[in-house]
């Protein structure tokens, strides 16, 4: 849950100033190679945002599938890793393309 607060958190004061701005002027008023580092910026924290919802899913899916064998498979360094590929799999698909 952190990691999607996280994820939100960062398209609230990352995002939506600029998005604002682009908005209320019509046009791109910043530099353009903020441009690309916004978009980036963009993609990754939504698809982060995304990413983590699937996650807590499967994590909801996983706890009430078998309760009793949850601990044992759901430890802290596994949700861990779990969130680090959620967001370097984001950053992958949204940098690399841009």
């Given at each position: ?75 802290s360094c596994r ?11 984001a950053a992958l ?6």
């Amino acid at each position: 849950l952190v990691s999607l607060f996280m994820s939100d958190l960062m398209v609230g004061l990352v995002v939506m100033p600029p998005a604002m701005l682009n908005q209320l002027y019509g046009r791109w008023v910043l530099q353009g190679g903020f441009c690309s580092l916004w978009y980036s910026f963009d993609v990754m924290c939504c698809s982060a945002s995304i990413l983590n919802l699937c996650l807590i899913s499967l994590d909801r899916y996983l706890l009430i599938l078998s309760p009793l064998k949850y601990k044992l498979r759901m430890t802290s360094c596994r949700a861990l890793w779990l969130i680090l590929a959620t967001w370097s799999v984001a950053a992958l698909a949204s940098f690399l393309p841009i």
